[in-house]
């Protein structure tokens, strides 16, 4: 099956520098990912849309200069929180859709998900 | 805009008898997707099931069947037989047209006892 990784998987920085989030999708190209963003005990809310070769798409609230995103190619995508601070902690999770797919029900592949702390 | 919602924040059910977890939706569209994710604790999103809104039959996937009720605007999970290893979050999401967006719903923990 289609398999999407993320690393780090988990990171813990210092408030005020920058971390960087890796999506990779493995075996499969993908034109388009997403990235969420889960709070302890919440639910997933998509922060982003990322499209190789374009600029991402944010969704209303989400600071794109924050949260920079680069899809260098059509396995991978990274987003990286600039200047971050303790309420960036978060668990940070990508999914991959494959091109090529076809039909009403256009799969998504989600990563493991990356646990960041900024102390 | 698209809302789902998931009333149950968490449900017990004992191994082997069956569990129904709730989810309803809201769109204006006449095209989307509802899907089923389970959350173990390590993380990952795992995908389920699937029901297209102009599906005329309710998805089923081994254990996993969605009880779709368009008119209701509801997508109930239910899982048969539940198992241990069933012990997760469960979230419901929907799709747009084109599905290239997923909203969640707020989640149910699930824990099955033996």
């Known amino acids: 099956g289609a398999v999407v990784s993320q690393h780090p998987s988990w990171v813990i920085c210092k408030s005020g520098t920058s971390v960087k989030i890796e999506c990779r999708s493995l075996d499969f190209q993908a034109t388009t990912m997403f990235w969420y963003r889960q709070f302890p005990k919440q639910s997933l809310m998509l922060m982003a849309t990322?499209?190789?070769?374009?600029?991402?798409?944010?969704e209303q609230g989400v600071e794109k200069d924050k949260f920079l995103i680069n899809h260098a190619s059509l396995t991978l995508s990274t987003l990286t929180v600039t200047s971050a601070h303790p309420e960036d902690s978060s668990f940070y999770i990508c999914s991959a859709r494959p091109d090529g797919t076809s039909g009403t029900f256009l799969e998504q592949y989600f990563g493991p998900g990356t646990r960041l702390t900024v102390t | 805009a698209q809302k789902i919602t998931q009333t149950q924040p968490g449900m017990f059910v004992q191994e082997k008898e069956a569990v129904t977890l709730d989810c309803t939706y809201d769109?204006?569209?006449?095209?989307?997707?509802l899907f089923w994710y389970k959350q173990p604790s390590s993380g990952e999103m795992i995908f389920l099931i699937y029901?297209?809104?102009?599906?005329?039959q309710n998805a089923t996937e081994g254990r996993y069947s969605l009880n779709f009720q368009k008119a209701r605007k509801s997508a109930n999970l239910v899982i048969s037989a539940s198992q241990l290893g069933d012990s997760a979050m469960y979230f419901c999401a929907m799709g747009n047209t084109g599905f290239q967006k997923l909203v969640f719903g707020t989640g149910t923990r699930l824990l099955v006892s033996p």
């Open positions: 990322s499209n190789e070769g374009s600029k991402a798409t944010y």
């Open positions: 769109t204006s569209d006449p095209s989307y997707g």
């Open positions: 029901q297209g809104s102009y599906d005329q």
